[in-house]
T-cell receptor, first 119, second 110 residues
Framework: GAVVSQHPSWVICKSGTSVKIECRSL??????MFWYRQFPKQSLMLMAT?????????EQGVEKDKFLINHASLTLSTLTVTSAHPEDSSFYIC???????????????FGDGTRLSIL | EDKVVQSPLSLVVHEGDTVTLNCSYE??????LLWYKQEKKAPTFLFML????IEKKSGRLSSILDKKELSSILNITATQTGDSAIYLC??????????FGKGTKLTVNP
């Protein structure tokens, strides 16, 4: 069954709107989750690493004030695209990974993604 | 900077054919190489490879890592239309971050 649940799967909204995407780890508690963005015909690009109880770590070139990440519990991370514009239209995917004692070097498991279209 | 290159970028075959997908990488402090299959939605995990020369197998799919050549191959035998997808290769270095290649788009025609 699914390891990661991501909602919503599709969002269409007007320019200037803020959009929140949720990522839930279903199978285990996840101290770390990852947020990726995928443009058409491109590969997945890591945007940020979400850390439970602390600030997210953003990749170079990703605006932290634009893409707000909240990892308030061990099973939920949210990504909020603030004041979204057409250039933010993309496929956003989260992933989780087992960490901690006895779980070194585990694969990441991905949610079904959120297709965001800003008009 | 860590880098993953996949080839070919696109491949069209007929059902029953065998295909080999390639992945080469440059990464600091290599820990693992992963293969994922991406259909319409998010990638699904296929294999994780950490040691050279040990083949991982799942049904008609198999994969092997060559750490000397900094590469891996993914083989699919007796392809079916359901194998049509984008196959992504990713590597993990010193951090937990995955670096993905651009993927190989496989189309299997009936």
């Amino acid at each position: 069954g699914a390891v990661v649940s991501q909602h919503p799967s599709w969002v269409i909204c007007k320019s200037g709107t803020s959009v929140k995407i949720e990522c839930r780890s279903l199978d285990f508690q996840a101290t770390t989750m990852f947020w990726y963005r995928q443009f058409p015909k491109q590969s997945l690009m890591l945007m940020a690493t979400s850390n439970e109880g602390s600030k997210a770590t953003y990749e170079q070139g990703v605006e932290k004030d634009k893409f707000l990440i909240n990892h308030a519990s061990l099973t939920l991370s949210t990504l909020t695209v603030t004041s979204a514009h057409p250039e933010d239209s993309s496929f956003y995917i989260c992933s989780t990974q087992r960490t901690g004692f006895g779980n070194s070097n585990q694969p990441q498991h991905f949610g079904d993604g959120t297709r965001l279209s800003i008009l | 900077e860590d880098k993953v290159v996949q080839s070919p970028l696109s491949l069209v075959v007929h059902e029953g054919d065998t295909v080999t997908l390639n992945c080469s990488y440059e990464v600091t402090n290599f820990r693992s190489l992963l293969w994922y299959k991406q259909e319409k939605k998010a990638p699904t995990f296929l294999f994780m490879l950490t040691s050279s020369g040990i083949e991982k197998k799942s049904g008609r799919l198999s994969s092997i890592l060559d750490k000397k050549e900094l590469s891996s191959i993914l083989n699919i035998t007796a392809t079916q239309t359901g194998d049509s997808a984008i196959y992504l290769c990713a590597v993990k270095g010193g951090s937990e971050k995955l670096v993905f290649g651009k993927g190989t788009k496989l189309t299997v025609n009936p």
